[in-house]
């Protein structure tokens, strides 16, 4: 059944860098819009960069020229590079991906992805 499945969170320190992956299985990642959220304590989900199959892409502006968004085919998997992190950014990451539809459709539509992973928690300390 299709999966996707988080890693690479863990704790940090402000000003350090982490890199999150997102491995997909049951299905081909790259066969619609995939993309990083975000939900902070006691906030909502936000999101952090979608991407589409072409490799055309959005950020936040919390996490512009900071975070990087990008995906290896052949791994069947999507990344986040996260740069100088700031306590602002803690929170539980989670990818999603969807088939078919692109981002600027599930954007238009107001529809939400498709598949979602559980989430990697990204704590950053002062």
């Known amino acids: 059944r299709p999966e996707l499945v988080e890693s690479g969170g863990g704790s940090v320190q402000s000003g350090g860098s982490l890199t999150l992956s997102c491995v997909a299985s049951?299905?081909?990642?790259?066969?619609?819009?995939m993309g990083w959220f975000r939900r902070a304590p006691g906030q909502k989900r936000e999101e952090v960069a979608p991407l589409e199959t072409d490799g055309t892409t959005t950020y936040a502006d919390a996490v512009k020229g900071r975070f990087t968004i990008s995906k290896d085919d052949a791994k069947n998997t999507l990344y986040l590079q996260m740069h100088s992190l700031t306590p602002e950014a803690t929170a539980m990451y989670y990818c999603a991906a969807d088939v078919w539809k692109s981002c600027w459709v599930l954007s238009t539509a107001g529809a939400d992805f498709g598949y979602w992973g559980l989430g990697t928690q990204v704590p950053v300390s002062s």
């Open positions: 049951g299905f081909t990642l790259n066969m619609g819009c």
